[in-house]
């Protein structure tokens, strides 16, 4: 069976890769800050696979962004249906 993405998953996704690209730090790089594999961190900037938290806080201070603002913009009503 085949793991629909969630849009909250979908969301801190888009938000992680825009700041990872503002920021000018490539996946390779993030990927080995973390560490974890590329082919994972693409996933998660995809909306393909969840973000453990231990990863989502290695992610935010490699970011230089907290994890308060990763949500930033999501509604939480998107994800109650």
Not at 8 to 23: E, P, S
């Amino acid at each position: 069976m085949t793991k629909q993405s969630d849009k909250i998953d979908i969301h801190l996704g888009n938000k992680i890769r825009k700041r990872r690209r503002r920021i000018g730090i490539t996946r390779e790089e993030l990927a080995k800050a973390i560490p974890c594999y590329v082919s994972d961190l693409m996933k998660w900037e995809e909306g393909r696979a969840r973000i453990g938290s231990g990863n989502l806080y290695k992610i935010s201070l490699k970011l230089d962004v907290g994890i308060i603002d990763l949500f930033e913009g999501f509604e939480q009503a998107d994800v109650v249906n």
